[in-house]
């Protein structure tokens, strides 16, 4: 299905980021966390908090991004039901976002990743990649050298993965 982007999306991917070193150290890359997250090395009262982003475009994020957000709910849970069910029976009520297994979005804009594996992840749970319309994006691949495969992502491709393999994303084209 098409996943139109929002424009309000747009804006969280921003170069105020600390990223600039995963992304080869030459220019930060566009990239914002939305809903809650956990700094490991800022220890808060609670596991997650509110992103910056979040706190200041919530009513709009509401409004433009809801329904994109509950649609790649639908999406996990047709596809990958028993990580589901765990994601949504672990993740506390008040950092579901719109009631959904999700608490964190990360958006990127033309940020090519170096091999990593994701940290502070629900274990039992898959991360999802949706690939959105917009800007000139025709796509990239995401490699996971593991299963030695590259998926070559292209608007309205949505990808379930265990995000704790390796992975990597080739440059944006």
């Known amino acids: 299905c098409a996943l139109p982007i929002s424009k309000l999306l747009q804006t969280a991917a921003t170069t105020a980021n600390r990223r600039i070193l995963s992304n080869g150290g030459y220019e930060p890359p566009q990239t914002g966390i939305i809903g809650y997250y956990d700094y490991a090395s800022h220890p808060t009262q609670h596991k997650c908090r509110e992103t910056e982003f979040t706190r200041a475009n919530w009513p709009m994020f ?19 039901p028993r990580h589901h069910q765990l994601q949504m029976e672990t993740i506390p009520e008040a950092y579901k976002l719109f009631g959904t297994c999700f608490s964190t979005l990360t958006v990127n804009r033309n940020f090519r990743t170096a091999a990593h594996v994701d940290r502070g992840d629900f274990k039992s749970g898959l991360g999802i990649v949706a690939v959105l ?38 440059e944006v084209y």
């Not at 509401?62 to 990958?80: D, G, P, Q, T």
């Not at 990239?140 to 299963?147: F, H, M, Q, T, V």
């Not at 070559?152 to 491709?157: S, T, Y």
């Open 62 to 80: 509401a409004n433009e991004c809801s329904e994109l957000i509950k649609h790649l709910n639908k999406v996990y849970a047709r596809f990958a």
């Open 133 to 170: 319309e917009g800007h000139g994006f025709s796509g990239c691949y995401l490699a996971i050298p593991k299963l030695n495969l590259a998926f070559d992502l292209k608007p309205g491709d949505a990808l379930l993965f265990d995000t704790g393999f390796l992975h990597a994303n080739t």
